[in-house]
């Protein structure tokens, strides 16, 4: 008997309609598919049948899902079916009638012992069918059914103003230590980030350096070893050869003075050599005609 007790839902309200509205709960006594659920027993068969319909809201219709929501109430589900429901993995559609079976009969002030653990959740789910349905995560439908009076259209149980107003404190609370939370997360990030960068950088610094020892000529003068041998002889130049080694550097631009003298010593040294010629073949001639 106590573990009967302890897996029982403490529900509030109206036992009959389910603290649903008279239009919406007189449309599905009346409709068709409602009464074609009659044969399904069991809370398996229901589950099957939500995930073969795929059910949408729509206001004050007696919708599939709204139909199949008042199939489970005739059972009475127990916490472990409910748990069953909303963290049900085949379908979305699934854990949607769970989260409003919660808010139609679970007591108000139980109600964030059960939606906070899914306020992040991000799967999606269209809430009205259409050409544009409307998607919203399951987080967002929690926080809709928490904060709104009206899902959809459809009016929904009204929580009362203290437990509302606590509701409201506990999740802005939430949101500001999710905030908070999510703000030290991206501090950490960055600083490791960084730190990571740092050591790749001082990694990359290093192979390349390693890199330029390894490539360096042995002939490059820059880094040739210094042998005691290579700076005595350097130390110990004298300055003649300073000296000499200045004076064999290139000599700065002649004058036009310059050019031009050395151009008449090459005009007087041609003439000279022309005068030379000519008096060589002179006597040359001569000598022939003498024999």
Not at 122 to 147: C, F, Q, W, Y
Not at 263 to 279: A, H
């Amino acid at each position: 008997m106590g573990k009967k007790e302890n897996n029982r839902l403490e529900t509030w309200g109206n036992e009959t309609t389910m603290n649903m509205n008279a239009i919406i709960y007189q449309n599905i006594l009346s409709s068709p598919y409602f009464r074609s659920l009659y044969e399904k027993k069991t809370f398996h068969e229901i589950v099957d049948e939500i995930y073969n319909e795929a059910p949408f809201i729509k206001g004050n219709q007696p919708s599939t899902a709204f139909c199949l929501l008042f199939k489970l109430w005739t059972i009475r589900l127990t916490i472990r079916q409910i748990e069953n429901l909303v963290e049900h993995g085949d379908s979305p559609y699934i854990r949607a009638i769970g989260f409003l079976y919660l808010r139609y009969v679970c007591a108000p002030a139980k109600l964030w012992d059960w939606f906070q653990y899914y306020l992040e959740d991000d799967e999606e789910i269209a809430i009205s069918s259409g050409l544009h349905p409307t998607k919203v995560t399951v987080g967002n439908l929690i926080r809709m059914l928490i904060t709104e009076l009206k899902f959809q259209g459809t009016m929904l149980p009204r929580i009362p103003i203290p437990i509302a107003r606590d509701l409201e404190k506990k999740l802005k609370e939430y949101d500001e230590a999710k905030k908070k939370e999510k703000g030290s997360d991206q501090r950490d990030n960055y600083e490791s980030d960084k730190s990571d960068h740092s050591d790749r950088r001082y990694k990359s610094r290093s192979r390349s350096h390693d890199r330029r020892h390894r490539d360096r000529s042995p002939y490059d003068r820059r880094y040739r070893d210094r042998s005691p041998s290579y700076d005595r002889r350097y130390r110990d130049r004298s300055p003649s050869y300073d000296r000499r080694h200045k004076s064999r550097s290139r000599s700065p631009r002649r004058s036009r003075r310059d050019e031009f003298d050395e151009y008449e010593r090459y005009r007087e040294r041609s003439r000279d050599r022309k005068y030379d010629d000519r008096t060589r073949r002179r006597r040359y001639s001569r000598s022939r005609e003498r024999y």
